[in-house]
């Protein structure tokens, strides 16, 4: 790895700290050479601070260590992109990252289909003649009728998606398949689980 700590006058590069397993990024930081070495050779990373004009390993005082999983380097050498499995939060001011956001993993739309989801099931929980005209939909009615009405409905997606898996009509089979995961997601929902804990289980037989 072939790192161009000289393009700056101060010898430093950006190091990106990324989450190895949700793939958030945690927080950004600057290394010379001093600090990458101890980094590879400690499995803790370590940074230059400009504050402290030291090198100086993220948790020394915390103990919210960033533990080395992988370091990457992007075309232009001279920037480095480091996966971790972080130990507490990141930021000094106590959040999961310096954008205060929650290290959680993200799974892109399917995400943004799960708060949506969280949300519908929150106005399911308030009292029926307390919602508002508009504040009713196909989610909530479901979280309404309880448990056994979404398990049902997740394995009535389910036979649709095995006979349409059968056919040679891939658009239909697409759209059950759509369906299944959507009401699956609402059962996870009404378990009071998220994707995540599946993916999870999922990378621990792994």
């Not at 009292?127 to 009615?141: A, C, D, G, T």
């Not at 394995?155 to 891939?170: F, L, S």
């Amino acid at each position: 790895m072939e790192i161009d700590f000289n393009k700056n006058a101060d010898g430093l590069v950006p190091a990106i700290i990324q989450d190895a397993s949700t793939q958030k990024v945690l927080m950004l930081g600057y290394m010379n050479e001093e600090a990458f070495l101890k980094t590879n050779r400690t499995k803790q990373v370590t940074f230059y601070s400009r504050t402290k004009q030291r090198l100086w390993t993220k948790g020394e005082e915390s103990g919210n260590f960033l533990e080395l999983v992988d370091i990457k380097l992007d075309c232009d050498n001279d920037t480095l992109l480091i996966q971790v499995n972080p130990k507490g939060p990141v930021c000094h001011k106590g959040t999961d990252t310096c954008w205060a956001e929650e290290n959680t993993t993200s799974f892109g739309f399917i995400s943004e289909l799960e708060g949506i989801i969280e949300s519908r099931h929150k106005l399911s929980q308030t009292e029926p003649e307390l919602r508002k005209e508009n504040e009713s939909s196909y989610v909530v009615s479901l979280f309404d009728k309880g448990i056994n009405k979404i398990a049902q409905k997740v394995g009535e997606e389910a036979v649709e998606t095995v006979i349409e898996a059968k056919d040679q009509n891939d658009e239909l089979f697409l759209n059950e398949s759509a369906d299944l995961l959507f009401h699956y997601l609402i059962l996870l929902k009404a378990k009071g689980f998220k994707l995540e804990d599946v993916v999870g289980i999922l990378k621990n037989r792994h």
